[in-house]
């Protein structure tokens, strides 16, 4: 049930770095270790690679939809969940870059981060939820839990953009200073940032115990994005 949803947004993610990595937005040379996109093939490239692999992911799901008809309306709330998703990732990164070198407000710093990563992994939990036929509330309980780990992940990726190891990273670190990014480290520090993380983590966990076995994936979930080194 999941697996066309699954690769459709993986497919969103990889499209994402992508772009992500272009001159005219982060202008990195290096993600997990490699040249990006636009340096080892060339701008023009990279964009039509990433708006190949977007569109691609639409048509994977519509497949699905067609060919697989069953439970056709939980399938359409969670293509829903899909492009929502990839819509409010779209608006964080407008967020990012517009506020590149100058202050944030602490309301528009969170807004940023809970698009730009976070709406593909309260998107991606949603959906796994709803193909699931979970209840109502279920899908509120594990949205709050999402946003949470959402949150968590972008405020480590501060993190380790400030101290993490470039070659375990396996792309600069300290690049976001460099280009006055509007970061949780940047905005409150280090030791408050890791605080928040830390408290993100905990909430999520809390969430994630409270289905027993069932939650066990989810909770050590949480506990690896707090505790990862790249």
Do not use: W
């Not at 989810?218 to 690896?224: M, R, S």
Request: hydrophobic share 35%.
């Amino acid at each position: 049930k999941t697996f066309p949803f699954a690769i459709a947004m993986e497919m969103v993610h990889t499209f994402s770095l992508i772009h992500d990595d272009l001159p005219g937005i982060d202008n990195d040379d290096y993600r997990r270790g490699k040249l990006t996109n636009h340096k080892k093939y060339n701008e023009a490239t990279a964009i039509l690679a990433g708006d190949s692999l977007l569109n691609y992911a639409y048509n994977l799901i519509i497949n699905d939809i067609i060919n697989n008809g069953d439970n056709e309306n939980k399938k359409l709330r969670a293509f829903k969940e899909f492009s929502c998703g990839i819509d409010r990732m779209i608006a964080g990164e407008y967020v990012d870059t517009e506020y590149e070198g100058k202050e944030i407000s602490s309301q528009y710093l969170e807004y940023m981060h809970e698009n730009k990563t976070g709406a593909l992994i309260k998107a991606s939990v949603r959906i796994g939820a709803i193909l699931a036929n979970a209840s109502d509330d279920d899908i509120e309980k594990l949205t709050v839990y999402a946003e949470k780990i959402g949150l968590a992940f972008q405020i480590k990726d501060d993190i380790l953009s400030e101290i993490g190891d470039a070659k375990e990273l396996g792309k600069p670190v300290g690049n976001d200073k460099a280009r006055g990014k509007c970061t949780y480290v940047t905005k409150y520090g280090l030791d408050a940032a890791q605080k928040m993380l830390e408290q993100l983590t905990n909430e999520a966990v809390e969430i994630a115990k409270t289905y027993n076995e069932k939650g066990e994936f989810l909770k050590n979930l949480a506990i690896y994005i707090e505790t990862r080194n790249k």
